[in-house]
């Protein structure tokens, strides 16, 4: 037989965590077995356990790409701090162009290239982006992002029964919140963040916030994106 290729290795598994989602979402996890998904996907039974090795791995899959779009816009935002950062010590690094990059350090202090988030930004990026963004998966189709949202707000309650699916949710969680306080302690630098706050622990907030407005959303209807992120800004922003 002819070997297969990453490409279409890549594309096959795609259909299945397809599958997977919709049967997640539209009849729950414990509703949902390994027949069902692979008749969801229209291949045999066998051939979704030569990608998966069972239920629970496709759990974290599909739970996986749910949080990688939640969170994208704190990645983005994690990933600019480092670079601004690196640009930082790299200016710090030649003292004879010192005098070049005083104006544009002085700015970047206060937040100007790269101005850093503060608490309010860091909720309103997140809840904006559910609005705007189109996900796709590894095979390029678009995904329905409520189905994402429904699976990942499954995932919750699926993490109190501990196991694997509880394992690699506290790695993730944990991960965030790293990235989280660490956009945090830029915004203390550059003061759009109060120097005085514990940035572990309003990163805990701000995660709070963000499951909060999912929970929300999946189960009791659509929310005033506009009036939460308004809102979001009045309560949290320094006075």
């Excluded at 660490?182 to 706050?197: E, N």
């Excluded at 959303?217 to 992120?229: K, L, N, Q, S, W």
């Amino acid at each position: 037989m002819p070997r297969i290729t990453p490409e279409r290795r890549s594309a096959n598994r795609a259909v299945i965590v397809a599958a997977a989602r919709r049967c997640f979402s539209r009849d729950g996890f414990h509703q949902t077995s390994m027949p069902a998904i692979a008749a969801e996907a229209q291949v045999a039974v066998g051939a979704a356990y030569r990608y998966f090795s069972g239920k629970d791995d496709l759990i974290v899959a599909v739970a996986q790409d749910a949080f990688a779009v939640i969170f994208s816009p704190v990645q983005r935002l994690h990933d600019e701090d480092d670079r601004n950062g690196r640009n930082g010590r790299n200016h710090q690094g030649h003292r004879e162009d010192r005098e070049d990059h005083e104006d544009q350090d002085d700015q970047d202090d206060q937040g100007g290239r790269g101005a850093a988030a503060s608490v309010a930004d860091l909720i309103a990026a997140t809840v904006d982006n559910l609005d705007r963004t189109r996900p796709v998966d590894a095979a390029g189709n678009e995904v329905p992002l409520d189905e994402l949202l429904r699976c990942a707000v499954q995932t919750w309650g699926e993490i109190l029964r501990g196991g694997d699916i509880a394992d690699r949710a506290a790695e993730g969680v944990a991960g965030a919140l790293d990235d989280l306080a660490a956009i945090l302690r830029r915004g203390q630098r550059s003061g759009t963040v109060p120097a005085d706050l514990d940035a572990a622990g309003a990163a805990r907030v701000v995660m709070a916030l963000l499951h909060g407005y999912l929970l929300q959303r999946i189960a009791f209807g659509p929310v005033d994106t506009t009036a939460f992120t308004q809102a979001v800004r009045v309560l949290l922003s320094p006075r």
